[in-house]
């Protein structure tokens, strides 16, 4: 879906902390619950067309895998990188020496080495996008982008087309395909970053990251939801609609059914993709008893306690 927000990283980077309003010495619950409050105020399936709350949404998705990320969080915290987890520079590594001038270029205050500024290049830009000085720049690949792209599980499962942003206004379209995994990552040839001295462009590496969804769950092909049902169709039997990711479709809860009873829907789950076929939908029954008092539920319940009792919890205590 074209439009929806840039990925953490495609604008000036903002402290995680902020982002998630909580403060620097926040325990991992309290970062996971001050995240699932943004996301479920700001998740895009309940947020058609609004693209502040879908970038609200993306910045604290973005945030969290940051925070969640132990090594990354120290090093952050540590000031030895930026919101976005690059290093920050901290010199050329001559410490208080500084470089001494002798008349014919620089030199290491200490070791006395001479100061080339095609090392300087090759470090920051890499071995094979150097300069040679007056001899012209040599010819490198550029660095590939990495972006996080999330997206919501009804996309992951159905495929869709999104927009990133890179830095310097640039945008491409990327095709999610159909029942694309967390953590899966896309790699666009060509697509990263400028080679130098007229060589190749980098790739970009897009990492997908599946939003939690209010009603589906992943697990592995399958997709799983808990289906409530009322006292009486649990008792009685009954043909009810289901939601599913191609829309609502009927089946049968059998007559006596417990709470814990799993429907299965063939092909309802992961779509067919790689050669291999599609999932099941499960859904696990779950009775619910209505909302308030039913005068007459109560007074027969009463009657069937005294008159038919049962033991459910027999099987927790063995033979004791």
Known sequence: MAGRAPMWGHRTMQDPYKVLGIARDASPAEIKKAYRRLAKKHHPDSNRGDTDAERK?????????????KDKRAAYDRGEIDAAGHPKFAGFGQGARGFAHDGHGFRGGASGAAFDPEDLFAQIFGADTG???????????GADASFTLTVSLRDAMA?????VAFEGGRKLDVKIPAGVADGQQIRLKGQGNPGVGGGPAGDAIITIKVADDPVFRRDGRNIRIDLPVTVYEAVLGARIKVPTLDGPVEVTVPANANTGKVLRLKGKGVPASDGQP???MLATLKV????????????????????????VRRALFGNN
């Open 278 to 280: 599609a999932g099941d």
């Open 159 to 163: 495929g869709a087309t999104q927009r």
């Open 131 to 141: 300069m040679r000085g007056a001899r012209g720049p040599r010819r490198g690949r």
């Open 288 to 311: 619910i008893l209505p909302d308030t008092a039913d005068i007459e539920l109560v007074a027969l319940m009463e009657e069937l306690a005294r008159e038919r009792p049962y033991d």
């Open 57 to 69: 949404f993306s910045d604290a998705t973005a945030a969290y895998d940051f925070l969640n990320d």
